[in-house]
C-alpha cells in the first residue's frame, strides 16, 4: 500500500554536450543592427550547443554590442532575436580557445502574420472581445492558470464548437467553469481567434539592467512532461519533479548532466485519487505527480505527490524514497515549506487543508482551514466522496456533471473552493503563511499553538507569495496583474500594478520569490514570456524577456552563484517553442562579466 516504506531506485544519466568542456572558453562577440545598420538595444543573442539542448543568451547594450563566452563549442547555432523584427540564424564553428566576431542583421519580418506570430500571448489575448474585466476575470483564473495561448496552434482559427470541446477537456483537471461561462468562452475564442494578424506593438524596456544580464536552459525531459517545480540543492544542482510522469529530473550544471529518477511504484491507478477525471489532454502517466519540493538541513528533499496524496522524501546521496500517506481525505497537496526548525509545511489546495510534517517524531498535524461559505464547506467536506466515485469510471469526468457549479445556477468556482495555494514561513517569528487563491484570502498559523488568522486580500488571484528579510510579505495577484505588499506587523496592504508590453495587455504572475540580501523581487511573468524584478526601495520594475517564446515558470529559486533558477513547464510541453520544457536560470550580472573577460583578453 502506499502507506508502507519503500525505496526504489532508476537512474539514467545522459549529457547534454557532444563535446567535453575544456578549461578555455569559445567566445563570440559583434553587434545586432538593423537592415540598414541601426544599432538595436536589448535584442537578445542566443547560442544553442550542437545537439541544441542547452542554450546560453545575452542581451545588446544601447550601442547593439554583445559578448558572450560559451561553456560549450563545435557546430553552433547563433540566433539574433528582437522585438518588431525576424530572427536571423547563422551556423558557426569554433573551438573551445578560439574568439569570433560575429555581426547580425535583423530584417523586417515578411508578411504581417510573421510579425503577430512572434507576439507574445499577452499580446494575442488582446483580441478576445470581453465585454469588461468582469467578464474576461473567469477566463484569466481558469484558462490561464497552467499555459498560454502562445503560438498558432493553440489559438488558430476554430469554430465555437471546437473550443467548446477543449475547454471540455480542460474540465478534466479542475477548470470549474459553468455552462455558460463555457459557452461565453467559446465563443469570445471564435470571435477573437479569428487567423488575422494582431495589430498590436510591444514595447521591451531595454534597461542598463539588461544589457548585464544572461540566461542560461538546458532541455529536460519530453513534450508530455511537466516539471511542475525545481529548485535548487545544496549541492549547486538544480532538482525538478515531473508531475506529469512521475520522475525527478537532477541537472548538473557543471558538467551539463541529466539524471532521470523514477519515483516508487503505486498499487493506485494511472491518474491516483483523481483517475476519474480526464486529466489535462490525456498526457499524465503517473500515479502519485510530484508537485512542489524543498530541501532539508539533512540533505533530503521532500516534496508534495498532488495525485496520490502523499509526502514524499528523496535523499539525493543514497537515491532512497520514503512515502508518507496524508489520509484524513486530503485531496491535491501542493506547495511546500520547511521551517527553521525542520518542520515541514505545505497547503493541500483541494480539501482546504494545511498541514505540519515532523521528519524526527513523524507525527503529521492536517489542519482544516476554515470554510469561508456554506457551499465551500460543502466542497471541503463531500468532494473527496465525489472523486472517489468518480473513479469508478476512469477519466469519465463523472464528478463535473455532479458539482454544483453544473447543477445550481450562480454557483462558480470561487463559490465552491477555498484552494490554498502558495505557503512560505516568515523569517522573523517563523510564522507560517498561505495563500487561498480562489476565495481571495491570505492566512496566518501560529507553530505553536496552530491558531489560524485569515484576511481578505484586496485583489484577486493571491498565488505564491514568500517573505523578504524584513518579514514583509510579496504576494502575486494573478488575476489582476499586480504585485501586493503586506505587512503583518499592521495588517496593510500595498498594490503595485506589472508593467506590460502594451496598454490593453494584462499579466498572470503566477510564483515569485525575495533575493533576502538586496530586497529585490523577482516575478513571474508568464503571459508576455518575461521575468520582472521589482526594486521596492525604488518602486522600479525591470523586465527580462525569455529567449524562448511560450515560457511558463514556476517556482523561482535562488543559486549561491547568484542566479534565479526556475522551471519551463508550459502545459502541454510541446506548445514551448523548443517542443519540451526546461531549467532556466537568470544571472543579472553574467552578460557583464562575459563582456568584462572579453575586454580583458582583449587588452
Known amino acids: 500500500m502506499i502507506g508502507r516504506l519503500r525505496i526504489a531506485v532508476l537512474a539514467i544519466v545522459f549529457c547534454f554536450v557532444s563535446s567535453p568542456q575544456s578549461a578555455s ?41 554583445y559578448a558572450i563566452v560559451l561553456r ?13 523584427f525576424a530572427d536571423q540564424i547563422i551556423e558557426v564553428t569554433i573551438g573551445a580557445d578560439e574568439r569570433q566576431t560575429i555581426d547580425l542583421q535583423l530584417p523586417p519580418f515578411a508578411t504581417d502574420l510573421d510579425r503577430s506570430n512572434a507576439l507574445s500571448a499577452s499580446a494575442h489575448l488582446t483580441s478576445l472581445p470581453w465585454r469588461d474585466t468582469d467578464d474576461r476575470q473567469p477566463f484569466i483564473a481558469q484558462c490561464n492558470y497552467c499555459h498560454q495561448v502562445g503560438n498558432p496552434l493553440t489559438r488558430g482559427k476554430r469554430t465555437a464548437e471546437s473550443w467548446k470541446e477543449s475547454i471540455q477537456r480542460m474540465e478534466g483537471y479542475m ?11 467559446s465563443q469570445v475564442l471564435s470571435e477573437g481567434f479569428d487567423g488575422e494578424p494582431v495589430d498590436v506593438v510591444q514595447t521591451y524596456d531595454a534597461s542598463p539592467e539588461l544589457a548585464a544580464a544572461k ?12 516539471i511542475h517545480d525545481a529548485d535548487v540543492g545544496e549541492d549547486g544542482k538544480l532538482y525538478g519533479v515531473d508531475e506529469g510522469h512521475d520522475v525527478i529530473w537532477i541537472l548538473d550544471r557543471e558538467s551539463n548532466t541529466v539524471e532521470k529518477v523514477a519515483l516508487p511504484d503505486s498499487d493506485l491507478p494511472v491518474g491516483g485519487l483523481l483517475s476519474g477525471a480526464a486529466m489535462p489532454i490525456g498526457i499524465f502517466t503517473g500515479k502519485h505527480g510530484p508537485h ?3 530541501q532539508a538541513k539533512d540533505g533530503r528533499f521532500w516534496f508534495t505527490n498532488a495525485l496520490s496524496s502523499t509526502l514524499m522524501s528523496f535523499d539525493p546521496e543514497t537515491r532512497g524514497f520514503e512515502v508518507i500517506e496524508i489520509g484524513e481525505g ?14 515541514v509545511w505545505f497547503t493541500i489546495a483541494v480539501s482546504n487543508q494545511l498541514a505540519r510534517f515532523d521528519p524526527e517524531t513523524k507525527e503529521l498535524t492536517v489542519l482544516q482551514l476554515p470554510h469561508n461559505g456554506f457551499w465551500r464547506w460543502a466542497t471541503d467536506t463531500f468532494f473527496p466522496l465525489l472523486l472517489k466515485y468518480a473513479a469508478r469510471t476512469p477519466r469519465g469526468n463523472k464528478h463535473i456533471a455532479l458539482s454544483p457549479h453544473k447543477t445550481m445556477s450562480g454557483i462558480e468556482y470561487a463559490d465552491l473552493f477555498n484552494l490554498p495555494y502558495g505557503i512560505d514561513i516568515n523569517p522573523k517569528d517563523g510564522g507560517v503563511w498561505y495563500a487561498k487563491l480562489w476565495a481571495n484570502k491570505i492566512g496566518h498559523v501560529d507553530p505553536e499553538t496552530l491558531e489560524i488568522t485569515e484576511y481578505d486580500t484586496p485583489l484577486k488571484g493571491p498565488r505564491r507569495p514568500r517573505f523578504d528579510a524584513d518579514g514583509i510579505l510579496w504576494i502575486p495577484a494573478f488575476d489582476e496583474s499586480a504585485l501586493l505588499r503586506f505587512d503583518p506587523k499592521t495588517g496593510e496592504f500595498k498594490i503595485f500594478e506589472l508593467p506590460t508590453l502594451s496598454p490593453d495587455e494584462y499579466e498572470t504572475p503566477y510564483a515569485l520569490n525575495v533575493d533576502r540580501a538586496t530586497g529585490d523581487v523577482w516575478l513571474t511573468s508568464n503571459m508576455s514570456d518575461r521575468i520582472l524584478r521589482f526594486i521596492p526601495s525604488e518602486e522600479r520594475f525591470i523586465s527580462y524577456p525569455s529567449p524562448t517564446r511560450v515560457t511558463w515558470l514556476r517556482d523561482l529559486v535562488f543559486t549561491k552563484d547568484g542566479k534565479i533558477c526556475s522551471s519551463s513547464s508550459n502545459l502541454p510541453a510541446y506548445a514551448i517553442e523548443d517542443g519540451v520544457p526546461s531549467f532556466i536560470c537568470l544571472d543579472p550580472e553574467g552578460g557583464a562579466r562575459d563582456r568584462a573577460r572579453v575586454a580583458d583578453a582583449q587588452e
Open 25 to 65: 572558453a569559445a567566445t563570440l562577440e559583434g553587434t545586432v543592427t538593423t537592415s540598414d545598420g541601426q544599432a538595436i538595444s536589448g535584442a537578445m543573442v542566443t547560442v544553442f550547443s550542437p545537439n541544441r539542448m542547452r542554450k546560453e543568451t545575452v542581451f545588446t547594450d544601447a550601442r547593439g554590442r
Open 72 to 84: 560549450y563549442d563545435g557546430e553552433l547555432t547563433v540566433r539574433a532575436r528582437a522585438s518588431r
Open 175 to 185: 477548470a470549474i467553469v459553468t455552462d455558460e461561462q463555457v459557452e461565453r468562452f
Open 215 to 226: 540566461v542560461e536552459e538546458w532541455l529536460v525531459g519530453d513534450g508530455m512532461s511537466f
Open 292 to 294: 512542489s519540493l524543498a
Open 330 to 343: 486530503a485531496l491535491y497537496p501542493h506547495t511546500i515549506r520547511i521551517d527553521a526548525k525542520g518542520i
